[in-house]
């Protein structure tokens, strides 16, 4: 059985043209097909995500029978509140990386979902931007209540958790194409990155070892298959 994996990332709020990408990914039978944002899809920029909290942008990728989306910087920088509201809103919104500033759990936040399509399991986790361990790496971070980490032994920590349970390792990155070349360095079992925040448009996916890298450019300009 085969399945179709469609991917965008880093939108922007550019929707009219997501909407094009939106008419050309119709196309694929959504039975058959997995769809993947890798953050950064909501800029708190257009009127349409301040005026909705953030809501209104997983109206649109819901609309386009989305499975999951990263936490990308621009998803936090409205504040706390606005991404516990995305968080709770019944999409799966994901990080494994991402806390509140004091370390601690944020209320409702998954680090992976396990999707299972036409008998053929996934498990998908994502992550959000990590910005380096030193307190100025922090500090927008820390004005929104919030906190990034090292992903990598939250990552390690998962696959070991769901072991036997899946078929095939997705991950959404919002951390850039520099350090998901890094990511697969460390860790070899994972089978996809999709990834985001550098912007890289890649035509076709770079492989490294057993893991296909994908990143589809910005600004709703591509999606990937």
């Not at 920029?45 to 942008?57: A, F, N, Q």
């Not at 390690?156 to 036997?164: H, N, Q």
Request: proline fraction near 4%.
């Amino acid at each position: 059985m085969q399945i179709t994996i469609l991917h965008t990332n880093d939108v922007h709020s550019c929707f009219e043209e997501y909407g094009h990408l939106v008419s050309s990914m119709r196309q694929y039978a959504p039975e058959k097909t997995l769809v993947f944002d890798s953050g950064d899809f909501s800029d708190y920029r257009s009127v349409l995500i301040s005026g909705t909290y953030g809501l209104g942008g997983l109206e649109l990728l819901k609309y386009n029978h989305t499975n999951g989306e990263a936490i990308g910087n621009n998803e936090f920088f409205g504040g706390l509140d606005n991404l516990l509201k995305m968080i709770n809103s019944g999409f799966p919104i994901l990080s494994a990386n991402l806390t509140l500033v004091d370390g601690s759990k944020i209320p409702g936040l998954k680090e992976c979902v396990l999707i299972e399509k036409q008998g053929i399991r996934f498990l998908v986790i994502a992550t959000s931007p990590y910005f380096g361990p030193r307190p100025e790496n922090q500090v927008f971070l820390k004005m929104e209540g919030l906190a990034s980490h090292d992903p990598i032994a939250d990552l390690r920590r998962i696959l070991d958790t769901y072991k036997g349970q899946y078929d095939y390792s997705i991950l959404l990155s919002h951390q850039g194409y520099k350090h998901d070349l890094e990511t697969v360095q460390q860790l070899k079992d994972l089978d996809l990155i999709l990834g985001g925040h550098s912007h890289t448009l890649l035509t076709q996916p770079v492989i490294s070892g057993k893991t296909l890298i994908a990143q589809s450019g910005a600004f709703g300009k591509n999606y990937l298959k």
